[in-house]
């Protein structure tokens, strides 16, 4: 008789049975399920199973927290069931099926431009810092930057431009390779294509507004002309181009033999890819910039052109998510020429402040959301200095919210900016430093405006944030659903410093009872598995170790990277694949479960190394797992450790010492009898 059977039955029933199953697979100490509804799941029975710990639902997956012994309930549920466990990724890819059109848009967009995001975020950072030496005339009464009167700067200031045009000019390149990456074709066909789109043989896209039509280069095939330009930091036709691609590869590759297929794929693929992109995709691309063009011309030079501020205001950052912004630059440039000032640019500029201020927002309600604050922080930074890509792409979007809130924010102030003929005298620099751009007289309005897109994006975006993020959001991937009031934070707080006092009066005990020799109530003790900090198992950022849903424990901040025996006993389980946990059997019949980072299950092995395998013996500090720090970090994941005592076997009394700094293998973190 299996272990499980009757749980592995009765849960099987429970979750819809096999006909409601996508996917499942496991972690360490949970079941993934991808289920086809949902609701069909009874929740409330499941967590009444003799081994379920506890459920939630993540990320479209249905988990059921075992413990420990996972890996065998997991074995014996796909033996009984007839079903085949999948990795992690594929259950990811599976759950993508419990989402509507709308999010799974999202979803892809989000994919598409997660591999991508470090290299805006850099490129927004430098080019704020090039705006600054290279833009601001803060010498010479006003006429002379930084770099016009130090050569220093001024070769900074053009050094700095090989990594500006290399993110933002060459944009498209990215798009289409990580397309192909997501789709799963050929990388090399996607970057080859994104070339083709920024060769330097073409007009460069962001010179073609100021460039006359007959002045514009031609490819001359007798029977037609096609117009030789660049879409430099174009969004919308690389795209295109890219997905245009993906699906030719895949057609030839369907149909052509194997035996010709390295030839006859990447020949028919990109071609006619080349060729669409350059005769479909950008012209199309061309003229919806210019229809936006003629509307915001003729909107902001009539009567009504506060209203339509309004509009440009609102629709500004949406407008710039398609590459279609740069369009802006000659109409820029005509109210300059004519006028002696453009009541456009300021616009822009608020509407950078704007979604700045929603990040910031976000960064706040993040603030212990380490993966999140990787890229919430230089996102709103550059976002103030005037290149808000990072911002868009990286956090506004993924959420929607801020997006909007950030959009409402820079239509109230265009509005008050265009009523009250606030006035660049050129095109300048975004974000907080566009008011160097602004007609002095207008400058008083114009720290209105600002403050307008600081307070009111800020403030919608944490009133709604509060309400929309879940738990996952503020605190990281693993966290469960939660609300976390006032009357609570008081409590939890209450609770550590009760923690602590217990903490410390668990060491002296622990000291007296070595001092005085008094061993005979002791019956064994943990060691520190990592050098570090020791805290509370409550201040994990995962409610399945915080909510001892698996059993009572300690967590260690490590300051090492090999963790080690707490003590005698044998390997129980090692987390195959991904290599991120491992579970001990002492003597005495406890069983201890030791889980390196959160959410690290993802990384699948990466950076990780087992010196164990199961059944092997070890002793009180021999080496189980070493990890990278710096991998983990990378990967975006906490790197707290946990120490959890999944069953007391014959042990009792355990006292753990948390609060104090510990060094592996020789400070002791634990007393049982």
Request: aromatic residues 10%; glycine residues 10%.
């Amino acid at each position: 008789m299996a272990k499980y059977e009757n749980d592995v039955k009765d849960l099987l029933t429970l979750v819809g049975g096999k006909q409601n199953i996508l996917a499942v697979s496991h972690c360490i100490t949970r079941m993934r399920f991808v289920l086809e509804d949902p609701k069909k799941a009874d929740t409330k029975a499941i967590e009444k199973l003799k081994s379920v710990k506890g459920t939630f639902t993540q990320a479209g997956q249905y988990q059921v927290i075992i413990g420990n012994d996972v890996s065998t309930f997991y074995n014996e549920f796909t033996a009984y069931a007839g079903i085949e466990g999948v990795s992690k990724e594929a259950a990811k890819q599976a759950a993508k099926s419990n989402q509507n059109w709308v999010q799974k848009m999202m979803t892809n967009l989000g994919e598409i431009f997660a591999p991508i995001i470090p290299a805006l975020i850099c490129g927004g950072l430098v080019l704020g810092f090039r705006n600054i030496i290279g833009e601001i005339h803060f010498f010479a009464g006003g006429t002379q930057s930084l770099a016009d009167v130090s050569q220093f700067w001024a070769g900074m200031y053009s050094f700095l431009w090989l990594i500006g045009e290399a993110v933002f000019h060459l944009l498209p390149v990215g798009i289409v390779w990580s397309i192909t990456k997501k789709m799963g074709t050929t990388q090399m066909l996607g970057i080859v294509l994104g070339l083709t789109l920024v060769s330097p043989q073409l007009l460069n896209g962001f010179a073609v507004a100021g460039t006359p039509a007959e002045e514009i280069p031609v490819w001359n095939f007798g029977f037609a002309k096609v117009q030789m330009i660049g879409y430099q930091g174009q969004v919308i036709a690389a795209m295109m181009a890219g997905f245009i691609l993906v699906y030719l590869e895949k057609f030839f590759r369907k149909y052509s033999p194997a035996v010709i297929s390295m030839i006859v794929v990447p020949f028919c693929s990109l071609i006619p890819a080349v060729i669409l992109a350059h005769t479909v995709v950008g012209p199309i691309g061309w003229k919806i910039g210019n229809g936006i063009a003629e509307v915001v011309y003729t909107g902001l030079t009539s009567r009504f052109g506060f209203l339509f501020a309004g509009l440009f205001g609102f629709f500004y950052a949406p407008i710039v998510m398609t590459g279609l912004h740069h369009m802006t630059n000659a109409i820029d440039t005509t109210l300059s020429s004519v006028f002696g000032g453009t009541i456009l640019w300021p616009m822009i500029a608020l509407s950078n402040i704007a979604q700045g201020s929603a990040v910031l927002a976000m960064s706040v309600l993040q603030k212990k959301n380490e993966r999140a604050q990787q890229v919430n922080v230089p996102a709103w930074i550059s976002c103030y200095l005037g290149v808000t890509e990072p911002a868009l792409f990286g956090v506004n979007l993924k959420y929607g919210f801020p997006l909007v809130c950030g959009m409402i924010g820079s239509a109230a102030a265009a509005m008050i900016s265009v009523g009250t003929g606030v006035q660049a005298f050129s095109i300048g620099v975004g974000g907080l430093p566009g008011i160097l751009s602004i007609f002095t007289e207008y400058w008083g309005i114009f720290l209105l405006c600002m403050a307008i897109t600081i307070v009111v994006p800020f403030s919608l975006t944490y009133v709604v944030g509060k309400k929309k993020l879940t738990a996952v959001d503020l605190y990281g991937e693993e966290a469960e659903m939660k609300q976390v009031s006032d009357q609570a934070e008081a409590s939890e707080e209450k609770e550590k410093n009760v923690k602590k006092i217990e903490s410390a009066e668990s060491i002296k005990s622990a000291e007296s009872i070595k001092s005085t020799e008094k061993k005979e109530n002791v019956g064994g003790e943990w060691k520190a598995i990592l050098s570090g900090q020791v805290i509370p198992i409550e201040e994990v950022p995962d409610d399945v170790f915080s909510k001892k849903i698996i059993g009572d424990g300690i967590a260690f901040e490590p300051e090492s990277d090999t963790v080690c025996a707490p003590a005698d006993g044998v390997v129980s389980v090692v987390m195959e694949g991904s290599l991120h946990a491992c579970g001990l059997t002492l003597e005495n019949g406890m069983e201890l479960l030791i889980h390196i980072g959160i959410d690290t299950v993802d990384m699948n092995g990466d950076g990780f190394h087992a010196f164990v395998k199961v059944g092997d013996t070890v002793h009180c500090g021999d080496p189980l797992i070493s990890f990278s720090p710096e991998k983990i970090a990378a990967a975006g994941h906490p790197k707290t450790t946990m120490l959890v005592v999944a069953g007391m076997g014959e042990a009792k009394n355990l006292r753990l010492l948390s609060g104090i700094r510990a060094q592996v293998g020789k400070t002791t973190v634990a007393l049982y009898e």
